[in-house]
């Protein structure tokens, strides 16, 4: 294993709790502990020292937007006027507090600064959002789309294996 600033030592029963909770975080602790061969108190204390530790961030369910009435996704490519931490800081606030912005990632290359993944109803509410909230920003010099045909697969959790 390499180190790596504010890498956690994982042992199997580690790795393991991780990647089942990643997929199926409602699982009780009894069953937990019987999938990793675990008596249900050891692997409580384990998860709750991956908690504290901050491996584990949070729990979440993960919901339909299509169900919802949100059938266009979209890869928005957001380009910044001037590198400053307040204009970055300013962009980053006012994106947050958008609910149909899912994701915001910084990002290099093809001078593009962010990357938004928004969920919206149609094309008229994804030009209404993108008119009314987004190009408004104070800083944002250039905006490009791409609309998302079928997702493949989402939400995959992140890598255990060394």
Known sequence: MTKRE??????????????????????????????????????????????ESGLITGYRALVDARRLGYRLMALVHISMDRHTPERFANFENQVAAIEQVQECLMITGQEVDYQLKISVEDMDDFQ??????????????????????????ENRGVPLSN
């Open 6 to 51: 504010n890498q956690f030592a994982l042992d199997r029963y580690d790795r393991q709790i991780l990647d089942i909770l990643q997929r199926e975080g409602r699982l009780s602790n009894q069953h937990l502990a019987e999938r990793v061969g675990l008596s249900p108190s050891p692997c409580l204390r384990r998860v709750r020292a991956l908690e």
């Open 128 to 153: 209404r959002l993108l008119l009314q909230h987004i190009t408004p920003i104070e800083g944002v010099s250039g905006v490009h789309s791409n609309f998302v045909l079928r997702p493949v697969f």
